[in-house]
């Protein structure tokens, strides 16, 4: 099977070689238009927080304009052929196409909705997802969001016009195309597009070469997937240190759920969804708000806490949080939080002692700030605001001080209701 051209009923072929010789000497002039509509789209998000990669533009070639003004509706056998686009110089919506490239997938609705809100300089005529078909049918192949744009009275686009001649109105209005898609869907389709449609020879495409096509579109769509999700956390994590916003919520124990599974998404061993007793640990210490709690749980603090204590069993999420308020406020916890439980604070005292034995260790190798233990509570809350800052510091744990195997329970797990303010 030949191309459109190749194929083309010969009682249309000085038609369509006509519209080609005026295409071909007025493309010049149309290089001109695709590089004022790239750089009016470009310009677009210079104030905005959604800024694409990069912004190209191209203009169909000669050949493909020919091979696609070329193309036969499908008709009875009999009936007289005809073109699908009779005057493919207006009727063509692509021969100037620009390209945006975003990093995610919600980027791509953000920059849509950004262009087909400036009607001073575009109307928009036509917006599709070319993925919507895979989608629903349960495929996997080319991904993108295609908007038709006409411009309104452009000079560039009358000098394109005039070059055409012929029966052309000098309007300045010019229908083009725009293309939004991720990098990584812009690098399957540019690989895809040269392998497929470049080829010049038809015969060595095979069903083998289309089943890894599509198996790539499904490994970047997983990838993809896993940047939005990591972008969602990023920026939901973000929000926890914004102290006049997001880190000024109360915390509840609903909230404290959230921001524990949001931190420590492989510390969650909970057997019921009861976070009431987390909630009565931080109110002893007076932590109220989001911020404060996820300044609690910093990295090094937890890898700090597992070095000192070397748990047997790698505990849940109130065990931890109990370890790690005790390495903050040292005996104050023990004060706040026994409820006159002997053995409980037996117990704190015991796990206290470690993590004191733990930073004399690390201080004969590095200094380190002074154990929370010795701070008066006030001094300690302190310590919980700067504590962002302490991540980066030099006075890290020896890397080879980690627990064995993860821990559990190195003392018995405090029974709940003991933790009253």
């Not at 998000?45 to 694409?52: A, G, I």
């Not at 063509?92 to 997938?105: A, E, N, S």
């Not at 005529?125 to 006409?150: A, F, M, P, Q």
């Not at 605001?385 to 190195?410: F, I, L, M, Y």
Request: aromatic share 6%.
């Amino acid at each position: 099977m030949g191309t459109p051209w190749e194929t083309l009923d010969d009682s249309l072929r000085d038609q369509v070689r006509g519209s080609v010789e005026r295409y071909a000497a007025a493309r010049p002039m149309l290089e001109h238009v695709a590089e004022a509509m790239r750089t009016r789209i470009e310009s677009l998000f210079e104030e905005t927080e959604n800024t694409p990669l990069f912004v190209v533009s191209r203009v169909k070639t000669v050949e493909s304009f020919r091979d696609k003004a070329s193309r036969m509706l499908v008709g009875e056998e009999g009936e007289t052929p005809a073109l699908e686009f009779p005057s493919p110089l207006r009727e063509i919506h692509d021969l100037v196409g620009v390209r945006v490239i975003v990093k995610l997938p919600h980027e791509i609705r953000e920059a849509a909705n950004l262009i087909k809100r400036r009607r001073s300089d575009f109307d928009c005529r036509s917006d599709r997802e070319k993925d919507i078909g895979s989608v629903e049918s349960g495929t996997y192949g080319y991904s993108s969001r295609h908007l038709i744009l006409k411009t309104r009275g452009e000079e560039v686009v009358r000098d394109f016009q005039a070059r055409l001649g012929g029966d052309t109105k000098i309007t300045g209005n010019f229908v083009f195309e725009v293309q939004i898609r991720t990098i990584l869907s812009h690098a399957w389709s540019e690989i895809e597009h040269d392998i497929r449609f470049k080829n010049a020879e038809p015969r060595a495409w095979s069903p083998h070469i289309d089943r890894q096509f599509t198996a790539t579109a499904a490994m970047l769509e997983a990838v993809e997937d896993q940047f939005s999700e990591l972008h969602e956390r990023f920026e939901t994590v973000t929000g926890f240190w914004d102290a006049q916003g997001e880190g000024a919520v109360p915390l509840g124990a609903a909230r404290i759920q959230f921001i524990w599974q949001t931190l420590l998404p492989h510390v969650d061993r909970k057997s019921d969804d009861d976070w009431g007793w987390a909630a009565e640990l931080l109110a002893a210490h007076g932590l109220a708000r989001t911020r404060e709690f996820a300044a609690l749980l910093q990295p090094n603090v937890i890898t700090s806490v597992r070095a000192a204590l070397d748990h047997r069993y790698s505990p849940g999420p109130d065990r931890l949080l109990d370890d790690v308020l005790l390495w903050h406020f040292g005996t104050t916890h023990i004060d706040a939080t026994s409820g006159g439980d002997a053995h409980r604070a037996d117990s704190l005292r015991r796990r206290l002692v470690q993590m004191d034995a733990y930073r004399i260790k690390q201080a004969q190798n590095t200094p380190v700030p002074a154990p929370a233990a010795e701070l008066p509570a006030s001094a300690a809350r302190a310590a919980l605001d700067e504590s962002q800052a302490e991540a980066t510091d030099d006075s890290k744990p020896d890397s080879k001080a980690v627990p064995r195997s993860g821990g559990a329970k190195a003392d018995q797990q405090p029974a709940k209701g003991n933790a009253k303010p």
